[in-house]
């Protein structure tokens, strides 16, 4: 992977409302590949059940597809995501979600991301499809 666009990316999740706001870390990134974390914080995360809220998993899983989708320096839109959740996790563990590419065409590619806890417990898994624009992106 071009190391300019690596740090590109690793500093626009660093700049990035959204993940500043979960203090979520991207942690890895390669080609089609990312890993990023975050702690479980329930009394930020919780649902109206006092267990961990979908969006706040959902938004892990979005940030390991975003990342993982751009490291070859275009533009990727999620097209469809689809989630399924496992298990919740427990209050105060750090949770990964880990973004593989399993396949890629001029106009899509598919990614596998699997959301773990510290201790590999799995929490979620998610097929998402990126529509590929060819265009670069814009902060690099």
Request: with cysteine; charged share 25%; hydrophobic share 40%.
């Amino acid at each position: 992977m071009d190391s300019k666009v690596k740090e590109a990316i690793f500093q626009a999740v660093r700049s990035e409302p959204f993940a500043r706001q979960l203090n979520m870390e991207l942690i890895e990134l390669e080609d089609g590949h990312s890993m990023v974390e975050m702690i479980y914080r329930p009394e930020e995360m919780n649902n109206i059940y006092q267990r961990a809220h979908g969006g706040a998993v959902f938004a892990l899983i979005d940030e390991a597809f975003e990342t993982a989708c751009q490291t070859d320096g275009t533009i990727a839109v999620a097209l469809n995501v689809n989630v399924t959740y496992i298990s919740s996790p427990e209050p105060g563990v750090k949770l990964i979600a880990s973004a593989q590419e399993i396949s890629r065409t001029k106009r899509t590619a598919n990614f596998e991301i699997k959301v773990t806890d510290e201790n590999k417990k799995l929490i979620a898994t998610c097929q998402a499809l990126a529509f590929r624009t060819g265009k670069p992106i814009p902060f690099l």
